[in-house]
C-alpha cells in the first residue's frame, strides 16, 4: 500500500509531464484541475499511477472530441 512519502514521489513525477496532481493528505481531490476522489491508500504504486493515466487519457479523449466538434 502507499504511504504520504511514496504518493509525493508519485506526484514529483507527475509534475515533470506537466501533470498536476492535488492531494489532501492520502486523498487525491484533483488532476489537472480536474476533481477526482482517490483514497490513495487503497491502492498499490503502480496501480494509482495506472489509474491517473486513465484519468488523463480520459481528458485527453473528452478534449480531443469538443475541439472536432467544434469545427
Do not use: P
Not at 10 to 37: C, L, P, R, W
Request: charged fraction near 25%.
Amino acid at each position: 500500500m502507499l504511504n504520504e512519502e511514496k504518493l509525493r514521489v508519485i506526484v514529483e513525477t507527475f509534475a515533470k509531464y506537466n501533470i498536476e496532481i492535488q492531494t489532501a493528505g492520502m486523498q487525491i481531490v484533483g488532476i489537472n484541475g480536474q476533481s477526482a476522489d482517490f483514497d490513495a491508500t487503497t491502492f498499490m504504486q503502480d496501480q494509482l499511477i495506472e489509474m491517473i493515466c486513465k484519468v488523463m487519457a480520459n481528458q485527453l479523449i473528452h478534449e480531443t472530441w469538443k475541439y472536432e466538434q467544434k469545427k
